[in-house]
T-cell receptor, first 115, second 114 residues
Framework: AQKITQTQPGMFVQEKEAVTLDCTYD???????LFWYKQPSSGEMIFLIY??????QNATEGRYSLNFQKARKSANLVISASQLGDSAMYFC????????????FGTGTRLTIIP | NAGVTQTPKFQVLKTGQSMTLQCAQD?????MSWYRQDPGMGLRLIHY???????DQGEVPNGYNVSRSTTEDFPLRLLSAAPSQTSVYFC?????????????FGPGTRLTVT
């Protein structure tokens, strides 16, 4: 079974609209962390936001927020007021277990913002 | 700080050739790792290291070797290049303590094997 599933290969969103990128995960470990990375066309990987399995509140970082639904094993990224510069690939990744640094990535979603 | 650096940025190899992809970080991070990125497959872990002298295999280690003689450097060696190793390679590093412990990525090396 896939540990990280991103079901939206591509999305087109109008500028200034909010967008939700889906991520579901599969783990039996009670201790885990979920990361979102952005990869613009230039190729670098940029860390956006993190949610720990024991965090009581949904993570937020500026225009990025994480809709964390633990029982459903989903960790969707929400981008508010999208901008042209948000056009990129977005990857969800998981780190399982205490003291484990290894990341498992999803296949990504390509987001295109339309002016 | 330069962060995570990788050399070269681009490389073309012939089948059977060997080469080393270089990775260095100046953040005194204990953890370093190598990923490959292929279209439609996200990033897959090749090898990783939790400190100098310690390395272990990831999801797709075949055809690659690593060593970690210093905290700063983590080279990836292709022993006998194959067309299936055509990919973009990323090196990453992170602390093994602290919150959230995100990984910092290098700019990547685009490798083509003909």
């Amino acid at each position: 079974a896939q540990k990280i599933t991103q079901t939206q290969p591509g999305m087109f969103v109008q500028e200034k609209e909010a967008v939700t990128l889906d991520c579901t995960y599969d783990t039996s470990d009670p201790s885990y962390g979920l990361f979102w990375y952005k990869q613009p066309s230039s190729g670098e990987m940029i860390f956006l936001i993190y949610q720990g399995s024991y965090d009581q509140q949904n993570a937020t970082e500026g225009r990025y927020s994480l809709n964390f639904q633990k029982a459903r094993k989903s960790a969707n990224l929400v981008i508010s007021a999208s901008q042209l510069g948000d056009s990129a690939m977005y990857f969800c990744a998981m780190r399982e277990g205490f003291g484990n640094e290894k990341l498992t990535f999803g296949t990504g979603t390509r987001l295109t913002i339309i002016p | 700080n330069a962060g995570v650096t990788q050399t070269p940025k681009f490389q073309v190899l012939k089948t059977g050739q060997s080469m080393t992809l270089q990775c260095a970080q100046d953040m005194n991070h204990e953890y370093m790792s190598w990923y490959r990125q292929d279209p439609g497959m996200g990033l897959r872990l090749i090898h990783y290291s939790v400190g100098a002298g310690i390395t272990d295999q990831g999801e797709v280690p075949n055809g690659y070797n690593v060593s970690r003689s210093t905290t700063e450097d983590f080279p990836l060696r292709l022993l006998s290049a194959a067309p299936s190793q055509t990919s973009v390679y990323f090196c990453a590093s992170s602390r093994t303590s602290g919150y959230p412990g995100e990984q910092y990525f290098g700019p990547g090396t685009r490798l083509t094997v003909t």
